[in-house]
């Protein structure tokens, strides 16, 4: 997973999401999008407002929420877009 974040001039973060080239069929690929827009959801209230977030998801054997939500907050705390 690669994650950026540039600011916006509004008041909501906003989310971008990709799945990276290559990954073949649109089972997989929606299902890594759903997953992680459920991630998204529970975790957007834990970050800063006025940025906006791109994700690019690769396919990998372990898509699990709780995976996914680790690297995703740890992306984000780098970043410095998590709220302290």
């Not at 890594?32 to 940025?51: C, D, E, I, M, N």
């Not at 372990?62 to 780098?78: G, M, P, W, Y």
Request: aromatic share 4%; net charge positive.
């Amino acid at each position: 997973m690669s994650v950026g974040a540039l600011p916006n001039r509004l008041t909501v973060t906003r989310l971008g999401l990709r799945v990276q080239r290559g990954t073949k069929g649109a089972v997989i690929r929606n299902r890594l999008k759903r997953v992680f827009r459920s991630v998204y959801r529970v975790h957007k209230t834990a970050l800063t407002p006025g940025y906006d977030v791109v994700v690019v998801l690769r396919k990998t054997a372990d898509v699990t929420q709780d995976h996914l939500a680790k690297d995703f907050l740890t992306a984000c705390r780098s970043l410095g877009v998590l709220a302290k």
